[in-house]
C-alpha cells in the first residue's frame, strides 16, 4: 500500500512535463490532479509537491484537487503547527480547483485546534474554489457541523472508498492514528472510514442526517460532479442528448443510525436507497456486498418494527414544501420528509 511509504508522495517523484504529456493522451480519462496540502508531507517538503502539481494542471488545463488533513507523523525531529499549511496552500490555488475532506477528523484541514473554521478558506471559496466531500477516513461529525455552520457548502461529494476505508487493515498499520504510527496491540484493528461500512449512497445520508436539504445533496452528485470534471450538459443532467446514466432512489422513512469515522453517532428519519442504476442507457440493479453491508450498518429502526420492510410502503401525495425531488429520483418511495436537523441553504460569504 502506498500510504506506507512517504517518500512516494515526495517531489523527487514528479516530473511535471511527463504528466502533462500522459494528460494530453488521456483527455477522456484524466480531469484532474490530485496532490497533497498535507503535514506530514509539508514537514518534509514544504509545499514543493503540490506547487508541482499545480504546474502540471495549469499547462495541462485540468485543476488541481488538494487533499488537506494529517495523514503522516512529522518528519523526523520537525515539529509543524496543523494550523500553518491552509495558509501556505491557498494563494497556489485558482478557480475551478478543489480543496477535499473538508469534514475530516485529522488537524491541518479546514477546521482548526480551536474549532473555528480556517479564514482562508471562505477566501478561497469566494474565488471560485471548489470543496469535495471526500469522505473516506475523513468524517467527523463534529468537524462537519463547525464548517455548515459557518456557512461553507461542499460543491461535490467524493465517496473515496477505498479498501482500507471499509475494512480493518491486516497489519493493524492505522491504529496509532495516522499511516505510519506504531501500531497500538491494545486497540481493535479499525477500517480507516470508520466502525461501520459506508457506501456513497451512504454518504448522502449523512449529509441529509446533518441538515443539508435533499435538493442540494442531490445537485452535489449530479450536475455540481459534472461541472467539475467539464462535463455539464453530457452527463449530471436529466435532458435529451445527455447520457443516460441515471440512479434511482427510494426513500426509506424510521429512524435510522449512522456512525462517523471516529464512531460518533447522529440519526436521521429518512434513509435514501439506491433501487435502479441506468449507465450509458444500460439498466443494472445494485448489487453490490458493499452495499448491502453498507446498508445493513445504517441501522434501521422502523417506525413500526418493521426496519426495512418499511421500504414497501404506499406512496401518498407529494409534499411540495420547499423541497423538490426529481420524479425520477422518488419512485418506490414516499416523498421525503424533513430530515431531523433542517439547514437552509447557506450563502457564500461575500
Ligand atoms: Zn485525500
Not at 13 to 34: F, P, Q, S, Y
Not at 72 to 87: E, F, H, N, Q
Not at 199 to 223: K, P, W, Y
Request: glycine share 12%; aromatic share 6%; proline share 7%.
Amino acid at each position: 500500500m502506498g500510504h506506507r511509504y512517504t517518500a512516494l508522495y515526495g517531489p523527487s517523484g514528479i516530473d511535471v512535463r511527463e504528466t502533462v504529456r500522459a494528460i494530453d493522451k488521456h483527455r477522456g480519462l484524466v480531469k484532474g490532479i490530485k496532490a497533497h496540502g498535507e503535514v506530514g508531507g509539508y514537514s518534509r517538503w514544504g509545499v514543493e509537491t503540490l506547487r508541482l502539481g499545480t504546474e502540471a494542471s495549469r499547462q495541462a488545463g485540468v485543476p488541481v484537487y488538494v487533499h488537506l488533513g494529517r495523514l503522516w507523523s512529522d518528519a523526523a525531529g520537525a515539529s509543524i503547527d496543523p494550523d500553518t499549511v491552509v495558509p501556505e496552500v491557498v494563494p497556489l490555488l485558482a478557480p475551478g480547483d478543489i480543496l477535499a475532506h473538508p469534514f475530516t477528523k485529522n488537524p491541518g484541514a479546514f477546521v482548526s485546534r480551536e474549532g473555528r473554521v480556517h479564514p482562508l478558506i471562505f477566501e478561497a471559496v469566494k474565488t471560485g474554489v471548489h470543496i469535495d466531500i471526500g469522505r473516506g477516513g475523513h468524517m467527523s461529525y463534529r468537524a462537519a457541523r463547525a464548517v455548515l455552520d459557518a456557512g461553507i457548502m461542499p460543491f461535490t461529494v467524493g465517496g473515496d472508498v477505498h479498501g482500507y476505508t471499509i475494512g480493518p487493515l491486516e497489519d493493524r498499520a492505522w491504529d496509532g492514528g495516522y499511516f505510519d504510527e506504531t501500531p497500538s496491540a491494545a486497540a481493535p484493528p479499525a477500517a480507516i472510514g470508520g466502525a461501520k461500512v459506508y457506501s456513497l449512497t451512504q454518504v448522502l445520508n449523512e449529509l441529509l442526517a446533518l441538515g443539508i436539504q435533499l435538493e442540494d445533496v442531490v445537485r452535489m452528485v449530479t450536475c455540481n460532479a459534472a461541472a467539475m470534471l467539464g462535463m455539464t450538459g453530457e452527463i449530471g443532467t436529466l435532458a435529451p442528448g445527455a447520457v443516460a446514466d441515471v440512479t434511482v432512489l427510494a426513500t426509506d422513512h424510521g429512524r435510522f443510525t449512522l456512525s462517523d469515522s471516529l464512531g460518533e453517532e447522529i440519526t436521521s428519519s429518512m434513509r435514501l436507497r439506491p433501487e435502479i442504476t441506468v449507465r450509458a442507457g444500460k439498466v443494472s440493479r445494485p448489487d453490490s456486498p458493499l452495499l448491502g453491508r453498507s446498508l445493513s450498518a445504517l441501522f434501521c429502526h422502523g417506525a413500526d418494527g418493521r426496519g426495512d420492510a418499511a421500504r414497501n410502503i404506499p406512496r401518498p401525495a407529494r409534499r411540495t414544501r420547499g423541497v423538490s425531488l426529481e420524479p425520477d429520483l422518488a419512485v418506490q418511495g414516499r416523498a421525503p420528509e424533513p430530515p431531523v436537523t433542517r439547514r437552509s441553504r447557506p450563502s457564500r460569504r461575500s
